[in-house]
Each structure stands twice: as structure tokens, then as C-alpha cells.
DNA sequence: AACTATTGATAAATCGATTTTTCAGTGCTG
DNA sequence: CAGCACTGAAAAATCGATTTATCAATAGTT
């Protein structure tokens, strides 16, 4: 079992000790210099062989001045699209041998700037940063009065001082415009997270102005809270019991769908019969329940993938002015989607659940 | 704006010299020891003040030699239970002054014993890690033989090296079993990966002896799939299409709900109408869903909180043989358990949702 | 007055690597 | 054979901190 074996790991001169050679000589050979006699190469393959060496990555980049660390700060990791992101990262930088270390804001301000501070004192290469607020809040500033080399990913459109890279909130709003419109609907109610800056006004302004221009008649109504979930579900609450009837529901965040799920039910409202529901971020489980929730997927892959590929163009010294990228989003409209309900809905409804049984999704090409 | 300000950190020595002292002297100043002239101190103050210096954890970590890193490795983040379980990690390590190093090994045990290694390499103070397997793969192995501190959470009963934690499997399982039973049904599907060892045994032991104790002739069909969803899904919907017919489904682990609960979509079958539905690992969405979907709820915090407080007792030189800890689990009976059909059903159904408008959940005390 | 303790600070060693400089030996040329 | 370029390896400097050893100046003791 146990063999004692608290061994204290090998450094690059115990190697060098056991091959008979320089430390310096060892760290040319594991970097594949080729001015290495090699008999004292091979000498040094058996003892890092031997002792089971392996450079510690932290010590070698102190000297190298240039850390193999890229910081990620996301707003929380419960989410599938924060998971998600994170696991791309991650995957994305490894291939280039970087390791990636991520924290979570907790959609605080104040700690998003204290991590960013930490990523600082680590000397990270590079941050990939989802601000809590927009690429106007705290985050961009800091990273920028202390000369760090990031980009900014989701919550943003574009920024004067560092790369963005998000969906295309505009256009994917657009387009769930025309479904609704299509479909008949001329009173819908979108709910949000006001915090969240430019990208929910772009996602806001990006149905409005499409569904006015389809009809300028089309009644829209907007519940926007500052910060917190509970006072948009309590304003959302509010804003039935005053008898407002919107025939759908358009959320511009994942959490914001759950919230109107969840108001619904209390109502015994059901989707698509009493009310249309479609929300921003896909998820797993939307596409297994009664009804399946229509919803706009965000290409998580593709986000990460540019902004990797940006953040590490200027790790690599890259200059010019900073690219704002823009990745086209799919709008999955599943069964929470219909035509409105005859008359004003008085919270009963029929009973019905729709009981399709067709495939999976319905992807829908514009 | 951009004030050219590419500045090169400054180090201790920048500050030495700005303050006339040595670096020694700012490093004790900095750590508080009380041996400093308070002139000097002050002196060393407005030094870090002005040049905007904060040290660099990493160097500083080399020369200890015990890093502040606690590495984490976690089968995936997508899920919110590991999602959870990592900002809670986060949060217990930087309590202590840590920094978590979380990476997901993508349910591959090569890639966890990958990322162990290079754990190992970056010199982590300690590692909690939720293995693919259980806890006697190669993990475990891995951590004994290169005499790492570690903890072992989530899919583990007990180690003979490593502390472990995990939730309660065994008796929250039991406890399903006595819902189930109790509300009349005798013809139960359970459904899990049998990959996930010890644990899947657990629970579905648990779930079994219970049910057994409480009426011999239940009957009980399992579904183990070895490593990877799909299969498991065409099991599952081959089970079906072979007649067979139990009143409930009790699912081991969450991607094993989504899968139930698209296939029944797939026959049109409603819960709990058609069958019951119950499964291990909580969900938002589950509770805003029609029906809300009954589930077992792991104690995330807890589990968290226990391991991250094991870890350090060893880090900090606690010796004695490795503790198991189980952490109750709360079962939340929601809308998708109801009693058995009447007679067996064929793929129809009434038709009939559940309109069901009180509160949110409904927990359940044994 | 001579010697020892004490205090506060500096110089130097260290952590584990990389990189630069120096150096010894070899081979070639004139 | 002296002089020079070249090769391969060792020695030393470096990264940014901490820790140990050393030292100077002051205070206290007899």
C-alpha cells in the first residue's frame, strides 16, 4: 500500500545531478534543443525516465516572464451556457498549452473587479471576460487602466478598447419578432434584466423595431428590473394581476423564462393554448417537457472559439483597433409557440395539453 | 485614454528602492512582522502606495513551497450540480486564502488522470476530486501513488486512502422506494450508468431493498448502461417497445430524467397519468415544468463544505485513517408521482394535464 | 571601560526553472 | 605552430518572492 511515500518531486538538478550534466543542459534537452551531444541526451531521458521528472510550469513561467494562464470571469457557473463556455474555453485553451483557470462574479461588480485584480497578480497571459453589467461597467475599465490583454464575451457589442465577441442579439430578436408577428400575435410582453446594458437593449430594440415594422399597431410591453430575479418576478406578478394579457411572452434571459414558466403555472395558464413563451438561451431539458420551450440558442461554441482566437492574436502582439464579432444565433421554435388564443384568457383555459409526438426540435431557417 | 501604459509590474525590489530599504524589509512589513522601524514601515506603505504594488502570488508560492491552489476535477460543468458544486469550492477555498483550479474531465478517465497529472505538476495543495468512475478507478489510484493530498466526493461510499464525501445514496434512495410503494405502485424501471460504480449501486440498492421490505413481490427492471447516454436511451425505448409496462421510472442520475421524460414524450404518455416519474439530482426548470418533476436533492453545499473542511485538515497535517461522510439528501414530491393507472396504458392517455396551482414544491419530511 | 544582549535591517541563499555568458576543447587555416 | 571559428557544456544571472544568516548600532551589565 502505502509506500511511505511522501516523495518531495524532482527538480531539474536532481536530474541533472543523476545524468552527470548542468541543469541548463537538461532544460535544453526537455525543449529539444539540438546542440546536445546526444549520449548526454540520452543520459538525461533516463534519469528524468528514472525519477519520473516533470517541470513545474508555474516556476518555469516566473522566469519566462509570460505565464501560460488564461483567466476566465463568468457571471456564474450553474448555467448551461456558462458551463458550457467554460468547458469550450478550457478545451480551447489546452490545445495551445495554456491552462485556463476561471472564477465566478456572481453578478457582482465588486467581485468581478477583485477577481480581475487576482488574475492581475498572477500575471495571466490573457482574460476572457463576461462582464456582470456591459462592456461599459467596471471590468472593461479596470482591465484597461492596468494595460491587460483580454476580450470580452456576451453582455457586450462592442467596445473601444478591447475585442468583443457575442451572439447576434439583434438579429436573433428580429427573428423571433417575425414568429411572433407571423403567427398572428399583437400584444407581447418582454421581461429582462435591466442591468445587463447595451446587450439587452440590443436584444429589446432588435424586436421591437422589427415587430413595428411588421405592424406598427403591435402593443409592447417591457418589465425590466435592475439587478435581481425576485422583484422582475414580483413586477411580472403584478403587471397579470392588473389584467394585462399579452398573448406571448418573450424573455431575454434564461432565468426570465423560468420566471414566466413558473408565473404561468400559478395561473394555470398553459403554453401555447393561454400564452406563447419564447426566451433567449436554450436549454437541455426545454426540448423534453410539455410543451417544449421555444428559445434562442446561443452558439456557445463559436463565441469561445473567436474570442479565443482573438485574445490569443494580441497575446501574440497583434495590434490595430479592437474587432467587435457577432455570431449568429438559432431560433428553435418548439410547441410553447402558437397563434394567440381567441378570446382574452380569463386564467382557466381548455385543459388540453398539446400532445404531439413529432421528433425532436423544429429548427427553424428564416 | 490609453495612457500608453504598458507598465512592467513592479516587484519587491522596485519598492525596496523607492522606500530605501531592502526587499527583506518589505516583505516583513508586508506579512505584518513587527520587527520594522514604524518609520521605515510607513515609508515602505506609501512606497507600495504610489507604485501600485501587490505581490505576485506564484513566486511567492515557489519559495514556500506550498502552493495556495486547490485543484478541482469535476466529470463536466454543464450540469448545475457541478455547476453549484464549483462556486461553492471556489468560495470555501478563497475563505482561506486559495485560489480553486477547476478543470472537467469530460467523463474520460484518461483525461482525469491528465489533468491530475498536470495538478501534480503545478504543485496544488490539495485536490477534490469527483472521479468519472467511482472511487476505486484510476483517480484515486493516481493521487495515492504520487502521494497527493486529496478528497474524494460525489461518486464514492468510502476510501481506504482519501476522505470522501458524497450525498446519502443509500437512504434517499429508500426513501423514494417508500413514495413509490406507498402510493401503490409495484412495477418499477430504474434507469442509470453503470460506469458510475459504487454510487449507481448505492442507490440502486437502496432503492431496491426498501421496496422489497416493503412488499416482496414489487417488481423491479434495471437499466444499466455502461458509459454513454444513448445507448442507455435506446435501451430504454427498446424496454418500451418490447410491452413493458411499469407505473414508474426512478431515474439514478439527471441526463437519465431528461431521457425518461423525452421517450415518454415520444409515446405521448403524460405524468403521472401515464407513469410516475422520479429522479436523483434536482433542477430549476423542474419546478416551473407541467408536471414539476419529483426529485432527489443533493445537499451541494454540504457536500462542498465537508470536503473542502477534510482537505485542509490534511493539508494542515492531520493524520488518521480516511473518514466517509454521507450527506442527507432531501426528496422533493412533486407533481410527476401520482398513483398507478388504473388499467395499462397504451400510448394514449386522458389527455389531461395536472392544473395543479399550489405553491412551488412540496418537501417531503420521512 | 569592556563585554554581552538586543534591535532592526541588510546581504545572501533558496524555490525551480530559463537564458545569457563564459569557457574548454576541437578542427581548420595560413 | 599560432590564430581563429566553432561546438557543446557548464557557470552564473534572472524571474519575484521568502527565509536564514550576518552584521552594525545601540543598550545594558558588571
Redesign the interface.
Known sequence: ??SG???K?PSIHDVANHAGVSAATVSKVMHGVPTVKPENAQRVFEAVERLGY??????S??RRAK?RIIGAILP?????F???M??HL?RLAELRGY??????S?ESEEREAEIL??M????VAGVVLAPVRDEHGRGGELM????MTGVMIDRVLSD??FDTVSADSLSASAEVARELIGRGHRHVLVVGLGEQGACVRARLEGFRKTAEALDPKVRIDVILCESDVEPLRASIRDYFSRGERPTAVFSLFLKGT?VA??EF????W?CPDDISLVGFDD??????????IAAVVQPVGQIAAQAMDMLFRRIDGETGPPTARLERCQLLVRESVGAPSSGPHSGG?T???P?L?EP?MTPHSA
Chains 1, 2 share one sequence.
Open positions: 500500500m502505502s511515500a511522501v516523495h518531486r516533470r517541470a513545474d510550469p508555474l516556476a513561467d516566473l505565464r456564474e457557473f450553474e448555467s448551461e456558462f458551463g458550457s467554460v468547458t478550457e491552462t485556463l483557470v476561471a472564477a465566478s456572481g485584480r487576482r492581475q497578480d498572477w500575471r484597461q487602466a492596468h494595460g473601444k478598447s423560468l414558466l413558473s403555472r400559478r395561473r394555470g398553459h436549454a437541455e431539458w426545454m426540448s423534453v417537457t410539455w410543451p417544449t383555459g385543459g388540453q395539453c400532445r409526438s425532436e
